[in-house]
């Protein structure tokens, strides 16, 4: 009845002649199949976890474009392919040789991979999930081992493809991504010595924690100095209570608490 009833919608069967009446109840009628495709298009959409990582502070933040793009790129994969991304997990300055045991954005990922049965990770490039070659291995076959499909939207075949062909060409890529990384630091470093021996004063990539945040720092050194002591992580709620949180919105950690207190 209420497909009868949408079919005859904006349909004024009394004045309409009788050519027009039945145009209209088609054209309603093709409209509604269309939208019941659609819907159980959106319904079969696999689940999938979108993931992001910026190796560099500098390009950590609202105002920088690093994790939009990411997404955007994700994003755009996941509708051609038929993925739905139901989460998203972003790992900022974390470089790409650290082990994605060592990632909290990525463990959050499988926690909640563990408990809620997705089992699909869908990165914007290969060395957006690592750029170390023994990482990107080593990690793959983790996260095969456990079911877990990984998928590089600018090359979606990069960790499926298990052919000796394949292999060698994610391996020959991953090789070449931790050799640019390693030219571009060693090009950084050696403008940073040149800069410092013209200068004759400090020249770093990333500035310190009193330089960024002087209030958060003079919050901690505050709460550092209470009795009872505080340690380091209690130290790290309180700033994160008092609205001192990680770019990502985490609390900081108690080796970057130690620095601040060290600045």
């Not at 082990?99 to 463990?107: C, E, S, T």
């Not at 291995?137 to 493809?161: C, H, M, N, Y």
């Not at 500035?207 to 003079?218: D, G, I």
Request: charged share 25%; glycine share 6%; proline share 4%.
């Amino acid at each position: 009845m209420s497909r009868l009833i949408s079919l005859f919608r904006n349909c004024d069967w009394i004045l309409l002649p009788q050519p027009h009446l039945l145009y209209c109840i088609f054209r309603n009628s093709v409209q509604i199949d269309a939208k019941a495709m659609q819907d159980q298009e959106k319904r079969q959409r696999k689940p999938a976890i979108g993931y992001t990582r910026t190796s560099s502070a500098a390009n950590v933040g609202e105002d920088k474009d690093s994790v939009a793009r990411q997404r955007k790129a994700i994003q755009a994969y996941a509708n051609r392919a038929g993925f739905k991304i139901v989460a998203w997990f972003d790992d900022p300055a974390v470089t790409g040789a650290d082990a994605i045991d060592a990632r909290p954005g990525f463990l959050q990922a499988l926690e909640m991979i563990a408990g809620n049965g997705v089992r699909t990770i869908i990165v914007e490039t290969a060395n957006r999930f690592a750029r170390d070659l023994i990482v990107q291995e080593t990690g793959w076959k983790r996260l095969q081992a456990e079911g877990i499909a990984l998928v590089a939207a600018d090359a979606p075949d990069s960790f499926i493809d298990e052919t000796p062909t394949a292999v060698l060409i994610r391996q020959i890529l991953g090789a070449v991504a931790q050799f640019d990384k390693a030219m571009t630091v060693a090009k950084l470093r050696g403008a940073r010595e040149r800069k410092r021996r013209k200068s004759g004063g400090k020249v770093e990539g990333r500035k310190s924690y009193a330089e960024r945040n002087p209030a958060m720092v003079e919050q901690a050194l505050e709460l550092s100095q209470q009795t009872p002591r505080l340690s380091l992580r209690e130290i790290s709620a309180a700033l994160a209570e008092r609205g001192f949180k990680t770019p990502s919105g985490a609390s900081y950690s108690a080796s970057a608490v130690k620095s601040m207190l060290g600045a």
